[in-house]
């Protein structure tokens, strides 16, 4: 018996490589705006699993996926202009999607690993917004679930391009712009 090869994926991932992004654009016209502020980011897939079994099993149970679904939970640092006061664009884009109905209730967003890995994926969903509150020491922190409508599809990496597009080449952070923060 040989033994296996160590893998050279010695390098373990940081949570924070994730980028949240939402289109505030028209439908002809996207405009990708990053959500800040992104404190906590679970993506997440679940599958409906149906029994299947037959007498052909012997006695085994059998399943098979019959449906899926996503979300995203995320919490942020709601954030507000230092002399203003007015709160995030984006930010404020899926508060008033969460207490709106019909197609005002939707938004497309992307999520993507920052580093240009193989792993992005767009889609349209429903907004949960809550304000986690606190006391006078606290910072205004709110979790929002983005609760998916229709399918999760995967896209190619805005960032895959050695990062040309969403980050800087040379240190692989986002590159300044007005707004973000």
Request: aromatic share 8%.
């Amino acid at each position: 018996m040989s033994t296996p090869t160590p893998p050279v994926e010695t390098v373990t991932a940081l949570a924070r490589r994730y980028r949240l992004e939402l289109d505030m654009g028209t439908n002809n016209a996207p405009t990708w705006t990053l959500v800040p502020g992104v404190t906590e980011f679970t993506p997440k897939v679940e599958p409906t699993q149906q029994d299947v079994t037959t007498y052909d099993a012997e006695g085994w149970s059998e399943q098979a996926v019959t449906m899926l679904a996503w979300s995203v939970e995320t919490t942020i640092a709601h954030r507000a202009h230092p002399t203003t006061g007015a709160f995030n664009a984006a930010q404020e884009f899926l508060r008033k999607a969460s207490m709106s109905f019909g197609a005002a209730s939707y938004v497309t967003v992307r999520y993507y690993d920052r580093n240009g890995a193989d792993d992005a994926q767009q889609g349209t969903a429903l907004v949960t917004w809550e304000p986690a509150g606190g006391g006078p020491d606290e910072v205004d922190t709110v979790k929002i679930t983005l609760t998916g409508s229709g399918p999760l599809a995967p896209i190619a990496n805005p960032a895959a391009d050695g990062g040309a597009s969403a980050l800087d080449s040379r240190t692989k952070m986002p590159k300044p712009s007005g707004g973000e923060a």
